[in-house]
């Protein structure tokens, strides 16, 4: 915003005029304000239970805006100081500048004159006369020059007075400013600049999570947390392919950490709290607990639920309808669970096998599922484990494991381990792993070799 | 409600300052960036835009308070003026009731 030299100066007295005005008539409508909110807050003669209510706002809003007062009557006065000295300013540079432009052109005509008289006097040869004629042109044509360059410059500290003016004045007017800012508490620190930053970022991020669009997002992430968890299901019954090895179970728990962290998300913004706690010490520990596996089970139904469905509807279909039909249509329904669960034993059962960088939650899961069978062997649902010496005893039992899980009787935690129990005598039914899962279970390896098939 | 006093006056009055001075703070980043080009200033121009800008976080925080505040006035003298039309339209329908009889 430097001032072209010997031009216009810049700046608007007229536009600043206004604004000071201004400043000034806010510094007044918040000294009227406070005292208004004053007597709000005094209740001396305005009685009421919602005025009792909004005194005692009145009274903060009051404390802050009277320190902002202090910021409008400041720069208003400081701007009114300035206003009149710019336009002083502006007019004698304006003069100044005028008057240099003319000078200017004079000064190139005098200058021409010159030359033309010096010529003059190289050209007149012998010829007193005309010698003495010359020179006296010349002389002339020098003193015209000579008095316009004097008149530039002083034209020329005219202008620069008339900046300088201007300068020392907007000096003057920003201090006044800084002093008055700087003296009412009202300065944003750091602290209070990252707060709002926070604030802001918080905002954004809940209007996000609330939105329609995270919703879908979260959708789908649903749906492909359950159609991997199905894959994972079908592969985890294939021999001879290592679910671990493929590193699906990673994938599949972070996936499932992943979901349970978004809803957990979604339900804080929507302020779901109870539920938000509860899906967070399940996200928690999924994340730094090495426990994907508590994730992966607590998602069991949601993972079964279109798988089940789709089983049922298979077996009412004809397609499986046989003798076993029903037993088989409640199998499909509990063994889906059950056989996430079973994803959770056979990563247990091969931890060991596994080398470095084997994730925790890989480690956690057998252990798991060890705790959950130990659980049962002792408990009123023994008879899961007793099924497991008898594979094809099982069906027997499973209805009356559906008759008990959807009674509602077992926890989240129990639940899981039916699951994993079931789900293991899942897998010895399909002939694999037998002596894994004898081991995750405790149980004398391979103790029922031939046992089921007699 | 045994104590009912109000100035309803006051508080349109009030209400009205405190939204021209929410209006205020809320255009005070335009308002002074028009102000500090008109300075033709370089120094004077960064003091006035500092003068909306360097609290920026607390006076969002106070126009948060004056605007709830303010709203607050509002809807009280809303409210008693309704109230008090209504009561008058009772007074009158009972008057005009007792009249007739």
New interface residues.
Partial sequence: ???AEYGL????PD??DS?AT?FSE?AD??D??VR??R??QSLD???????RK?SS??G??AD??IR?KG?YTA?GA??AG?SPR?RQAKTDAQRASAQLDELNGQLGTARRSQTDAADAVLTAGDDPTATQQAQRQKAAADAHLAGLSSDVATWQKLWHDAAQS??DA??A??DQ??DA?SSDS???GWK??I??AWHSVTTHVTAFLKSDLFDHLLSALDIATQVLGVIALVIAFIPGIDLADLGIGPVLAGLTALDTAGHLAQDAARGDGKKAVFDGVVGAISIFGGGAVKVLAKNAARVAEPVASAATKAAESGALRSGLSDVMADAGRFGVASRVGTVAAKIGARATKLKSGVKPFVNTAGKIAEDGVDELKGGPYSWVIEGFKDPYAILGTTKETMKVLNSGALGTGKMVSLSLAQGVVSAVRLNEERAQVAKVLGLPEDPFARGGEE | MSDLLLDLGELQQLSAELAAIARDFSGSDALSGTVAEATGHDRLSGRVNEFASNWAVHRTQMLHDIETLQQYLQDLTDGFTKLDGQLAQALQSDGSAAAAS
């Fill in positions: 915003m430097a001032d100066l810049a700046g608007e536009v600043i604004h201004h806010m409508k918040i009227a304000a208004a909110l007597k709000l003669h305005m009685r009421g239970q919602a005025i909004l706002t009145a903060k809003v802050d805006i902002a910021r720069t400081a701007l300035y710019l201007k300068n907007g000096d007017a920003a400013v800084h800012d009202l300065t944003d209070d600049k707060a709002a």
